[in-house]
C-alpha cells in the first residue's frame, strides 16, 4: 500500500518519510498500513501543526566536513580574526544553490568544481573560497575521506599590482592631531597605531597590563598570534623617533583613569575589530584628511620611517611583527633607492 502525497528517500540505508504538503516527517520504520502510520498521515494532511523537516547531513559530504571542520583543534588554532574571516566564507559555500554544494559527497569534488565556484566570483573574493577549500579538503584528505587533494591543482587569480593602504603624509599627522586634542580616545587610538606600527586589531586590546616589568610593550597579534615586543620605557633603537613616543605617552597621561583596555568604549567593553575600523575612519575624516587614510596606513607609515633611517629588514620585522620578510624587504629596497642618489658628504663637503 503506498499513500499519495509522501516523499520517501533512503540516505545511509536510513528510510526517511515525509508528508509533502506539510513537511511533517512519518514513521518510516512502520508500514503505511500500519494504525500509528495512518494516524500520523492523518495528523499531517489534515491540517495539524507541521513540524519543521529534520535537517539530514550525509556523513562524508561539503556540509558534514565543513561541520567537523569548524569544531576541530585545527580551526580552533586559527586566529580569531582568521576564524571569523573562514567561517563567513564556510557559510556562504554552503548556501550556494540552496544548500545544494553541502549534501555534496566531498569524495565528489573535483578541481574543475572548484575552479567553476571560484568562476562566479570577482578576484579578491574567488581567492578566498579557494583558501575555504584548501582546509576542508586537506581536513578531508587527512581523514581518508578522500584520496587526493582537488586544490592542489588550483590556482590563484592573478590580482592587480596596488599600493595597498596609504601611508600617512606628515601633514595628515598634523591635521589629525591638531583636529583632535589629548583626553580623546581618537588621538589616543592613533598614537598607539602609530608607534607600536600594529593593526587596529591589535591596538583595542592594548591595556597597562601588556608593559612588561623592563620596559617592554608586549601583546599577541590577533592576525597571526605573533607576539610583539616593542620598547616604551627604555631606551629606544636609533632608527625609531623616540618623539612620537612621547607624544604617545602625553596621550596615555592625560586620562585620569584607564580602563582594562585604553581604547575600550564609554560602557567599558572592548571596542569590536570591525567596528573601531569604522570609527577610525571617520575620525580621519572628521579631521579633514583624504580619504583611504586608515590605521593600517599608519602601520606602512611606521616601516617606512624605520627603513628610511636605517632599519635592516629583521628589524622592522621585530617591530612590526611580520613573519614574512617579502614586504618588509620592499620598503628596505625603496629606501636604499632614495639613498643611493643622495651625494656623499665626501661629495659635498657639507658635514653639517
Avoid at 36 to 65: R, T
Avoid at 145 to 173: A, C, L, Y
Avoid at 264 to 285: C, D, L, P, V, Y
Amino acid at each position: 500500500m503506498k499513500l499519495p502525497g509522501l516523499k520517501r528517500y533512503t540516505v545511509n540505508d536510513v528510510n526517511y518519510v515525509y508528508h509533502r504538503a506539510s513537511n511533517t516527517r512519518l514513521p518510516a520504520h512502520l508500514p503505511e498500513d500500519h494504525p500509528d502510520f495512518m494516524d500520523a498521515y492523518f495528523d499531517a494532511k489534515y491540517g495539524l501543526k507541521a513540524q519543521p523537516p529534520e535537517n539530514v547531513v550525509q556523513p562524508n559530504s561539503v556540509g558534514d566536513v565543513a561541520k567537523r571542520y569548524l569544531t576541530s583543534a585545527l580551526f580552533a588554532g586559527l586566529s580569531k580574526t582568521y576564524q571569523d574571516v573562514r567561517r563567513g566564507d564556510i557559510s556562504r559555500l554552503l548556501r550556494q544553490n540552496k544548500g545544494a554544494v553541502a549534501r555534496v559527497l566531498m569524495n565528489n569534488v573535483r578541481d574543475d568544481h572548484i575552479i567553476a565556484d571560484m568562476d562566479r566570483l570577482p578576484t579578491n573574493p574567488a581567492n578566498e573560497r579557494r583558501k575555504t577549500w584548501s582546509p576542508l579538503c586537506s581536513f578531508a584528505l587527512d581523514r581518508k575521506i578522500i584520496s587526493r587533494n582537488p586544490v592542489g591543482s588550483v590556482k590563484r587569480r592573478p590580482t592587480p599590482q596596488t599600493r595597498g593602504h596609504i601611508p600617512w603624509s606628515f601633514e595628515d599627522i598634523a591635521m589629525f592631531r591638531a583636529h583632535w586634542p589629548h583626553g580623546t580616545k581618537q588621538l589616543l587610538a592613533f598614537e598607539l597605531c602609530f608607534w607600536f606600527g600594529c593593526r587596529i586589531s591589535d591596538a583595542i586590546a592594548l591595556g597597562d597590563r601588556n608593559l612588561t616589568h623592563d620596559g617592554w610593550f608586549r601583546f599577541e597579534q590577533q592576525k597571526t598570534g605573533g607576539v610583539v615586543h616593542v620598547p616604551f620605557n627604555r631606551k629606544v633603537p636609533d632608527f625609531a623617533v623616540r618623539s612620537d613616543l612621547e607624544e604617545l605617552k602625553r596621550s596615555l597621561t592625560s586620562f585620569n583613569q584607564r580602563g582594562a583596555t585604553f581604547l575600550e568604549t564609554e560602557a567599558g567593553k572592548q571596542r569590536s575589530a570591525k567596528a573601531a575600523t569604522a570609527w577610525f575612519s571617520e575620525a580621519a575624516k572628521a579631521a579633514g584628511l583624504p580619504d583611504g587614510r586608515t590605521a593600517h596606513g599608519l602601520r606602512k607609515l611606521r616601516m617606512i620611517l624605520h627603513a628610511e633611517r636605517g632599519a635592516t629588514t629583521h628589524q622592522i620585522a621585530a617591530w612590526s611583527g611580520h613573519e614574512s620578510l617579502k614586504e618588509v624587504e620592499r620598503y628596505t629596497r625603496e629606501a636604499d633607492q632614495k639613498r643611493i642618489p643622495t651625494p656623499s658628504v665626501l661629495e659635498t663637503g657639507q658635514f653639517y
